[in-house]
C-alpha cells in the first residue's frame, strides 16, 4: 500500500511539473515532449497496476504468496 502512495504522489508531482512546463516554456518541441509525458505517465502507472494484480492473481491462484519487494 505504501507503494501506491509513493507512485501515486511522485505521478501527481510530475504531471503538476509537465503542466508547469507546458505553460511557461514557449518552444514548441519542448512543450510536445511534455504533452507526451503528461499522457505517458497515467497511462504507465495504469499498465503497472495491471501487471501487479495479474502477478497477483497467478500467484494466488498457484498457492504461492505475493512478493512483497
Do not use: F, K, N
Not at 8 to 25: D, E, G, K, P, Q
Not at 39 to 59: E, K, M, N, S
Amino acid at each position: 500500500m505504501a507503494t501506491a502512495a509513493i507512485y501515486a504522489t511522485s505521478s501527481l508531482a510530475m504531471i503538476v511539473m509537465l503542466v508547469w512546463v507546458l505553460t511557461v516554456r514557449p518552444e514548441w518541441p519542448i512543450r510536445i515532449v511534455a504533452v507526451l509525458g503528461i499522457l505517458l505517465v497515467p497511462t504507465l502507472g495504469l499498465w503497472l497496476v495491471r501487471v501487479a494484480r495479474a502477478q497477483d492473481r497467478a500467484a494466488r491462484l498457484s498457492g504461492q504468496e505475493p512478493t512483497t519487494e
